[in-house]
Structure formats: structure tokens, C-alpha cells
């Protein structure tokens, strides 16, 4: 074959591989791959688009989502993008969109664990101790007996009454109630009035649910005297009954 058939051949075939290449850029036009993807806890499609093709651009693919979700609006979950010099190339060729808000799935309702019986603890807790007794009451003056009497005025029993509930549940080994009077009248009649009302104050004491395991009245008329009796208002402060209690 000679030389300028040979040029001729070439010339040929090479303008004919351009005439294709040109008609099939020209006849293929961008291209696409559409897909659906299942992300976990979610009912709406979730969608992956890619745009690769030679003359794809990111608005290719945006341009599908938009055909994809016709009127519905366009929700973007993803996009990748190239990178140029530790830098995005801002032109994303593959994204992830919705079509709508997304729409989680309700969690399935777990039955409640059965309780299980609270174990008794080993250790016993500490009790709280009690509060100490109250170890004296001081009966005094005029108004809690009637000149000469050992009858209780209600004054005295609020006050025995509130002794008591101060003291109970306490454990008392001894509960003491000493009278006294005044210098006034015999010594005898002092005695005597003031064990009386030593004995109704301890009566008022058991009666009201007082424990103790003893109790003791006794009466020492006009000794100790805690004022002096020569002025009516120390007279008034030696007519007294003393209430005391011994605690375990």
C-alpha cells in the first residue's frame, strides 16, 4: 500500500471516531443513578442520587430530587463532595433527600419489668432513742390546792397532765412527790396536809397511766423552806410539791 492511501485511511477513521464521540455527548445527556435507601426508624423513602456523568453537576441532581418528590417539599439529608487541595470542590455529586418531613416510628411499648420484692436489709437500722424524761415538776403557790385542802385545783392536773405525756413510755424505776407548807398552823397540820397532797398527786399520776416501778408520797410540813415565810408571797413560794423521777 502506498504512502498517501495509507494518510487517506487514517484521515478517515479518525474524523469518523469524532463524528461518534460528538453525537453520543451531544445525544446522552447528563445521566443519573436514583436509589432508595432504609434508614432505621423512619417510614418516609429515603432516596440517593448520584450525578457522576461527564456533563452531571450537583443541580443535576437536584433537578432529580425535585422530579422525584413532584409537589411534595424536598427535605436534604446528605451531600458528598470532592475535594481540591484540602478544600470542597462545593459541587456534591451524590445526596440523600426525602420527599416530606421526616416521620420517626413510634417505639413498639415495652411492658413494664415485674418489680421484684424489696429485700429486707441485713443491717437493722439504728432506732431513734427516746427522748429523755422529764425528771421534776414543781407544783407551787396558791393555785393548786384550796387553803387546807389537798384536793387538785385543774390548774395542777393540766399541769400533771402534761408531765405525763412527757414521761410516757419512759421507764422509771423510782417517781418521788415530796409536800411542803408554810410556817403557818402546827407543825403536825403541816405535816400532815402536806403528805395529803403528796399522796393526790401521786393517785392523780397513777391514775393517768404513770409507770414507774415505785412510787413514794411523804410530807415534810414547813422544812426547807425555799423563802422566807415572814411575807405572804414567800409563804405562797414554800407551799410546794416537788414531783421527781427516776429513769432507768
Not at 43 to 72: H, I, M, N
Request: aromatic share 6%; hydrophobic share 40%.
Amino acid at each position: 500500500m502506498n504512502t498517501s492511501l495509507f494518510k487517506y485511511l487514517r484521515a478517515l477513521v479518525s474524523g469518523a471516531s469524532l463524528a461518534i464521540f460528538a453525537a453520543c455527548s451531544t445525544q446522552s445527556g447528563p445521566s443519573y443513578t436514583l436509589r432508595t435507601i432504609s434508614p432505621p426508624n423512619q417510614t418516609v423513602p429515603t432516596y440517593w442520587v448520584s450525578c457522576l456523568g461527564l456533563l452531571d453537576s450537583s443541580q443535576t441532581c437536584v433537578r432529580v430530587a425535585e422530579e422525584t418528590c413532584q409537589a411534595k417539599p424536598i427535605t436534604w439529608l446528605g451531600a458528598v463532595d470532592g475535594v481540591s487541595n484540602n478544600q470542597p470542590v462545593k459541587d456534591a455529586r451524590e445526596m440523600t433527600f426525602m420527599c416530606g418531613a421526616p416521620v420517626a416510628q413510634q417505639p413498639v411499648a415495652q411492658q413494664p419489668a415485674p418489680q421484684q420484692p424489696v429485700q429486707q436489709q441485713e443491717a437493722a437500722q439504728p432506732q431513734a432513742k427516746p427522748a429523755a424524761p422529764q425528771a421534776r415538776l414543781l407544783l407551787q403557790g396558791n393555785a393548786n390546792f384550796a387553803t387546807d385542802s389537798a384536793t387538785l385545783s385543774p390548774i395542777a392536773k393540766e399541769n400533771l397532765d402534761h408531765f405525763m405525756a412527757a414521761n410516757k413510755g419512759a421507764n422509771l424505776r423510782r417517781v418521788t412527790v415530796t409536800g411542803y407548807t408554810d410556817k403557818t398552823g402546827s407543825e403536825a397540820h403541816n405535816l400532815a396536809l402536806s403528805k395529803a397532797r403528796a399522796e393526790a398527786v401521786v393517785q392523780y399520776l397513777r391514775d393517768g397511766g404513770l409507770e414507774g416501778e415505785q412510787f413514794v408520797a411523804q410530807g415534810l410540813g414547813s422544812a426547807d423552806p425555799v423563802a422566807s415565810n415572814a411575807t405572804a408571797e414567800g409563804r405562797s413560794q414554800n407551799r410546794r410539791v416537788d414531783v421527781r423521777v427516776v429513769a432507768e
